[in-house]
Nanobody, 122 residues
Framework: QVQLVESGGGLVQAGGSLRLSCAAS????????TAWFRQAPGKDREFVATINWDGGNIYYADSVKGRFTISRDNAKNSMYLQMNSLKPEDTANYYCAAFPTGIATGSKYAYWGQGTQVTVSS
C-alpha cells in the first residue's frame, strides 16, 4: 500500500505561483511513474503532468505547458509541481497519483492522494 498526501494548495492571484508537494509513505514509488491530475467543479478529472521514475521522461497537458514544472526527489519519496503564471482556469483540486496501470498520461493509477485545493482569483 502507498499513502499519498498532497500539500501546498491555497488562494493566489492570477499571475502568481504555487508549489505543490506530494509525499508518499508505505511502499516507495521511486521506481515508477507518478503524475498530477486536477478536477474543477462540475468537470471531469484531467491530466496535468507526469514524470517517470528517473525524471528522464516528462509530459505536460497543453494547457499547462511552459507554466508548470513537475519534478521528484526519490530520496525523499516525494513529487512536486511548480505552478507559475497561474490563471483562474487553473482553479481545481489537484491530485497526485502513483503506479500507473495504463499509460502514464491516462487516469489509471493504483494510488491517489486526497487532493489539495488551488484557487486562482482574477
Amino acid at each position: 500500500q502507498v499513502q499519498l498526501v498532497e500539500s501546498g494548495g491555497g488562494l493566489v492571484q492570477a499571475g502568481g505561483s504555487l508549489r505543490l508537494s506530494c509525499a508518499a509513505s508505505g511502499r516507495t514509488f521511486r521506481s515508477v511513474a507518478t503524475a498530477w491530475f486536477r478536477q474543477a467543479p462540475g468537470k471531469d478529472r484531467e491530466f496535468v503532468a507526469t514524470i517517470n521514475w528517473d525524471g528522464g521522461n516528462i509530459y505536460y497537458a497543453d494547457s499547462v505547458k511552459g507554466r508548470f514544472t513537475i519534478s521528484r526527489d526519490n530520496a525523499k519519496n516525494s513529487m512536486y509541481l511548480q505552478m507559475n503564471s497561474l490563471k483562474p482556469e487553473d482553479t481545481a483540486n489537484y491530485y497526485c497519483a502513483a503506479f500507473p496501470t495504463g499509460i502514464a498520461t491516462g487516469s489509471k493509477y493504483a494510488y491517489w492522494g486526497q487532493g489539495t485545493q488551488v484557487t486562482v482569483s482574477s
